[in-house]
Every structure is written in structure tokens, then in C-alpha cells.
């Protein structure tokens, strides 16, 4: 999949931290940016380092949470020939890649305690040595880290230190998540639709139906703008270019054959169906009949799981249906975990 650069929206909430970015993008101090998966917190570090006076220097990116722990720190700060096993030749970390630019350390609270130590040494000095090398390597690299866990809470647990994120903090870019953003959902749809259309070799775009339009602006979008650009491509991909796109599928693993979907199949009396208990018969010799809280629970979930089924995870039209209000069908989403 090709890569998005672009940083789009249009929300007030949104302008407010690209401005914020921009800002501390002309000073040479670290920046931490903050936010859900799916928020683009690269796509920010790549215009702290565009805005930058090291633009026409090297941008490396690193997330720390995609290699083992034992490799880490050989990745960050490189290794000598002997160093290890298998470190057959020598090899130059990322800071010294970095050297003159910008490190983005993306996933940066799954750092070990030995790579956060390590890495308090180069913003503090400047310099770095190589697992199995006595010898520092002066460097000059201005970090952004980014991650999704509240870092203060790590290092209260202990796993991450105070010190190194004392460091680190000169400024905090926090990233608003999609639902905070209502206004650039269909801004973001549209562009990421045109795109996948021009892609598949679609001559034009017709735009989003009323249903899809419904559907896109009251989901919550808890993948952010990642989980938007799969949902809509997906969308433009099973297009019949009959009008305009109006069928959308917010979870692709939603299906009538999972437990929770069979309500009617499983109904008392269906034939080929194992009888179930009517959720308004109680059998008082079982344990747990008098268990009012937990029954009425139960059917609750059961009903809301039907009714977001039946109407296609549609949350406008499974309210109107189940005789709610649009706010009062969220709380009790919330309230059995289904949101």
C-alpha cells in the first residue's frame, strides 16, 4: 500500500496541533507527540522534520516496538564486529544514520530500562558508543518520540524514566483521535475514496450515498483515521459503479454465522436449532434464577448486538430502532463493552 503523506482536516481541534506542531518544528529541542493508534503521529513527526532548519538532512524512523528487546539496543545505538552472536562485521546504529537530522522513535514506552538509560545519554551528551566498543561517537540528532501510553503513568509503575522523560517533554504534541474531529470524517473519506478509485482505474467518483454519509459520520472510529482509510477503501473496492457508493462495511469480520448473530436462527422452536431459554422465562430451580441484575444484563447485550447486526452496525438507525436516542444507544454500547 502506497504510503500517505499528507496531513488532512479541517476540525478546529485538528488545525490547533498542526499549528502547535509548527511551531516547535523551528526549534532544535525533542518533541513528544501523543495519541491513539491511528492518529498519524508519524506523519507529524514528518513535518516537525520538513518545517525544520534539518530538512535537507536525514530522517530516520524506528519503531521500538517492532524488534525484540535483545536487538534494541544494537538497532539504536549499533554494534562492533564480535559484539554479539551473529554480529559477524560491524554496524552503525540509527542515531549515527540520523546524524545532522531527525530520529523519530515511534512506540518509544516499549523501550527497555537498559535502552532508556542508554538513550538519556545521548540527549544528554551528545554522543553514543557501540555495543562492544569503549569508544563515543558524538552525534547531532534531534529526537521525536511518539507513543499511545500516558508516559507519566510509566514511570509512576516504574518502567519508565522520570529523568530521560524530563528530557524529552520540551514540548507535547497531542493529536485529537477521529471523534473529536466530526467535521474531517468526510473530508478524510472522500479524499481517501478518490484515491483508491484513481487506483482501481475508476474514470470518476460519484461521491457517498445518504446511507454510507450516516453510517461514516456516527461510527466512532476506534482505529482513528487508519481504521476510516481501510473502511472506505473497502468500500471503493466492492463497488458496483451504479450510483454513488452507499454500502458500507465498518467491521469486515462481522458475520451471521458468529454466536451473537444467530438470535433468529437460534429462537425456541426454529428447526435445526438447539432450544434457547426465552429471555423472559425464568427457571427458578437453576442457579442464579434470582440474579435479576445479571438476566437483564444478558438480554441487554443480546439485543443490542442483534439490533447493531441487523441494521448493518448503523448506529442512527439501530437508536431509532430500538426507540432511543442516538446518545442514550452509545452509553449502553459503553456500558456492555460493544463500542
Not at 530522517?59 to 525484540?68: D, G, S
Not at 450516516?214 to 472510529?221: F, N
Given at each position: 500500500?502506497?504510503?500517505?503523506?499528507?496531513?488532512?482536516?479541517?476540525s478546529?481541534?485538528?488545525?490547533?496541533?498542526?499549528?502547535?506542531?509548527?511551531r516547535?518544528?523551528?526549534?532544535d529541542?525533542?518533541?513528544l507527540?501523543?495519541?491513539?493508534?491511528?492518529?498519524?503521529?508519524?506523519?507529524?513527526?514528518?513535518?516537525?522534520?520538513?518545517?525544520?532548519s534539518?530538512?535537507?538532512q536525514?530522517?530516520?524512523?524506528?519503531?521500538?516496538?517492532?524488534?525484540?528487546e535483545?536487538?534494541?539496543?544494537?538497532?539504536?545505538?549499533?554494534?562492533?564486529?564480535?559484539?554479539?552472536?551473529?554480529?559477524?562485521?560491524?554496524?552503525?546504529?540509527?542515531?549515527?544514520?540520523?546524524?545532522?537530522?531527525?530520529?523519530f522513535?515511534?512506540?518509544?514506552?516499549?523501550?527497555?530500562?537498559?535502552?532508556?538509560?542508554?538513550?538519556?545519554?545521548?540527549?544528554?551528551?551528545g554522543?553514543?558508543?557501540?555495543?562492544?566498543?569503549s569508544?563515543?561517537?558524538?552525534?547531532?540528532?534531534?529526537?521525536?518520540?511518539?507513543?499511545?501510553?500516558?508516559?507519566p503513568?510509566?514511570?509512576?509503575k516504574?518502567t519508565?524514566?522520570?529523568d530521560?522523560?524530563?528530557?524529552?517533554?520540551?514540548?507535547?504534541?497531542?493529536?485529537?483521535?477521529?471523534?473529536?474531529?466530526?467535521?474531517?470524517?468526510?473530508?478524510?473519506?472522500?479524499?481517501?475514496a478518490r484515491?483508491?478509485?484513481?487506483?482501481?482505474?475508476?474514470?470518476?467518483?460519484?461521491?457517498f450515498?445518504?446511507?454510507?454519509?450516516?453510517?461514516?459520520?456516527?461510527?466512532?472510529?476506534?482505529?482513528?483515521?487508519?481504521?476510516?482509510?481501510?473502511?472506505?477503501?473497502?468500500?471503493?473496492?466492492?463497488?458496483?459503479?451504479?450510483?454513488?457508493?452507499?454500502?458500507?462495511?465498518?467491521?469486515?469480520?462481522?458475520?451471521?454465522?458468529?454466536?451473537?448473530?444467530?438470535?433468529?436462527?437460534?429462537?425456541?422452536?426454529?428447526?435445526?436449532?438447539?432450544?434457547?431459554e426465552?429471555?423472559?422465562?425464568v427457571?427458578?430451580?437453576?442457579?442464579?434464577?434470582?440474579d435479576?441484575?445479571?438476566?437483564?444484563?444478558?438480554?441487554?447485550?443480546?439485543?443490542l448486538?442483534?439490533a447493531?447486526?441487523?441494521?448493518?452496525?448503523n448506529?442512527?438507525?439501530?437508536?431509532e430502532?430500538?426507540?432511543?436516542?442516538?446518545?442514550?444507544?452509545?452509553h449502553?454500547?459503553?456500558?456492555h463493552?460493544?463500542?
Open positions: 500500500m502506497e504510503r500517505v503523506s499528507q496531513v488532512i482536516g479541517e478546529s481541534a485538528f488545525l490547533d496541533v498542526l499549528e502547535r506542531a509548527s516547535a518544528a523551528g526549534l529541542r525533542p518533541v507527540v501523543i495519541g491513539e493508534r491511528g492518529t498519524g503521529k508519524e506523519l507529524v513527526a514528518e513535518r516537525l522534520h520538513r518545517l525544520s534539518r530538512w535537507d536525514p530522517l530516520v524512523i524506528m519503531n521500538c516496538a517492532a524488534l525484540p535483545t536487538l534494541i539496543e544494537a538497532e539504536l545505538f549499533g554494534h562492533e564486529a564480535g559484539a554479539f552472536t551473529g554480529a559477524t562485521k560491524a554496524r552503525a546504529g540509527r542515531f549515527e544514520e540520523a546524524d545532522g537530522g531527525t530520529l522513535l515511534d512506540e518509544l514506552g516499549t523501550l527497555s530500562m537498559a535502552a532508556q538509560e542508554r538513550l538519556l545519554r545521548v540527549v544528554e551528551y554522543e553514543v558508543s557501540r555495543i562492544g566498543s569508544r563515543p561517537i558524538n552525534v547531532d540528532v534531534r529526537i521525536v518520540a511518539a507513543t499511545n501510553v500516558h508516559l503513568d510509566e514511570v509512576g516504574g519508565f524514566r522520570a530521560l522523560l524530563d528530557r524529552l517533554s520540551f514540548e507535547v504534541v497531542t493529536l485529537p483521535p477521529l471523534r473529536a474531529r466530526g467535521e474531517d470524517v468526510m473530508v478524510l473519506a472522500n479524499h481517501f484515491r483508491m478509485a484513481a487506483e482501481i482505474g475508476y474514470e470518476e467518483w460519484p461521491g450515498g445518504p446511507n454510507a454519509v450516516d453510517m461514516l459520520t456516527s461510527y466512532s472510529w476506534p482505529g482513528n483515521v487508519r481504521e476510516l482509510r481501510n473502511v472506505v477503501e473497502r468500500a471503493v473496492y466492492r463497488w458496483e459503479r451504479e450510483g454513488p457508493v452507499d454500502e458500507i462495511q465498518i467491521d469486515p469480520f462481522a458475520s451471521p454465522y458468529r454466536p451473537e448473530n444467530r438470535a433468529a436462527e437460534d429462537a425456541p422452536g426454529d428447526a435445526g436449532g438447539t432450544p434457547q426465552d429471555p423472559e422465562t427457571t427458578l430451580s437453576e442457579p442464579g434464577a434470582y435479576f441484575k445479571e438476566r437483564v444484563a444478558r438480554f441487554e447485550r443480546r439485543l448486538t442483534q447493531m447486526a441487523d441494521h448493518r452496525y448506529q442512527r438507525a439501530t437508536a430502532a430500538l426507540g432511543l436516542s442516538y446518545d442514550q444507544l452509545r449502553a454500547l459503553r456500558k463493552d460493544l463500542l
